[in-house]
């Protein structure tokens, strides 16, 4: 008959377990914890994917596709101008860019977008720029505009607009033809350029 009291048995030291004691190998400790780190980078990777857009189909990324009528451009306010009037884009081709400040790629894109603009500032086109970033953000935009050259009219607060154009990946870009409707986006055929240019072929 053992004369131990349970009750005042300490427990084994955690130091006396051993691979040995228990039968099991050991475990390999840093190939756990660069198994868990590799892991972590991969949520992080695909989190920050779906964020920028990489929860769309990298085959549709446009938007709104061509063919469809172009929505009404709402916005809360808007810098280098005034709201554009239906009046004043009856019968225009318009060129509509969505951006956001935090967007690395909406800065990598925005001189090539200006260039585009300049070549074809005196050729009945107009640009406008949208943006879903309010007015807690202006010091914000007006740096991304003032920083990139963009003097074309930009709406912020436009987060209407840009659902109604189905705008998941950032930046995107709509050429609308004379008739209101898409005649390019970024699922398109050819660059921005050679959208503008079939818009303007077009009746």
């Not at 040995?20 to 198994?35: F, K």
């Not at 695909?46 to 929505?71: C, H, I, K, Y």
């Not at 009945?124 to 007015?135: E, M, N, R, Y």
């Not at 920083?147 to 209407?160: R, S, V």
Request: charge should be negative; include cysteine; hydrophobic fraction near 40%.
């Amino acid at each position: 008959m053992s004369n131990s009291d349970p009750e005042k048995n300490e427990p084994l030291p955690s130091s006396a377990i051993t691979p040995e004691a228990t039968g099991r190998p050991p475990a390999n400790r840093p190939l756990l914890d660069m198994t868990l780190v590799v892991l972590t980078v991969v949520v992080l990777a695909l989190a920050m994917s779906w964020f920028l857009g990489g929860n769309v189909d990298p085959e549709q990324r446009g938007g709104l596709e061509t063919g469809r009528d172009m929505p009404d451009i709402l916005a809360d306010g808007w810098l280098n101008g005034t709201a554009p009037t239906a009046d004043q884009l009856e019968g225009k081709v318009v060129v509509v860019s969505a951006w956001f400040v935090d967007c690395p790629n909406c800065w990598a894109e925005a001189p090539a977008l200006v260039k585009t603009h300049d070549a074809f500032r005196d050729r009945d086109v107009v640009f406008i720029g949208l943006t879903f970033d309010g007015a807690d953000q202006l010091p914000d935009i007006e740096e991304f505009l003032s920083e990139n050259g963009i003097t074309w009219p930009n709406g912020y607060g436009a987060l209407a607009t840009l659902t109604d154009l189905n705008a998941e990946y950032f930046p995107a870009v709509w050429v609308i033809g004379r008739n209101g409707k898409v005649v390019w986006n970024y699922d398109s055929s050819g660059d921005l350029a050679d959208g503008i240019e079939l818009a303007l072929s077009q009746e």
